[in-house]
């Protein structure tokens, strides 16, 4: 099991920045795939950025540029950090653990909106 807890987010004007993080109750050396994803009002939720593999990383075409993931081995954390937020971030944000192989699974924390007004 894989407990991930969430911080940041909140109401910020088109432009601005925000950061997010996650830290997870287990070694990032037993975890596989760590990120973001976030899901917009009657929207799919979708990746925004993720680590893969150790230390390869994967953005969406829609953040990449503006925004930076990045994580501390030591405290099992992971940040996102957004930058010219515009009002189509607007979401509930949510941290993602994946362990592969057969008995892999995934893992969710409980999401935090970020609000971008115009």
């Known amino acids: 099991q894989v407990q991930l807890v969430e911080s940041g987010g909140g109401l910020v004007q088109a432009g601005g920045s925000l950061r997010l993080s996650c830290a997870a109750s287990?070694?990032?050396?037993?975890?596989?795939?760590m990120g973001w994803y976030r899901q917009a009002p009657g929207k799919e939720r979708e990746l925004v950025a993720e680590f893969r593999s150790g230390s390869r990383t994967d953005y969406a075409d829609s953040v990449k540029g503006r925004f930076t993931i990045s994580r501390d081995n030591a405290k099992n954390t992971v940040d996102l950090r957004m930058n010219s937020l515009k009002p189509e971030d607007t979401a509930v944000y949510y941290c993602h653990a994946q362990t592969l192989g057969y008995f892999g699974q995934n893992y969710w924390g409980q999401g935090t909106q970020v609000t971008v007004s115009s």
């Open positions: 287990r070694s990032f050396s037993s975890i596989d795939i």
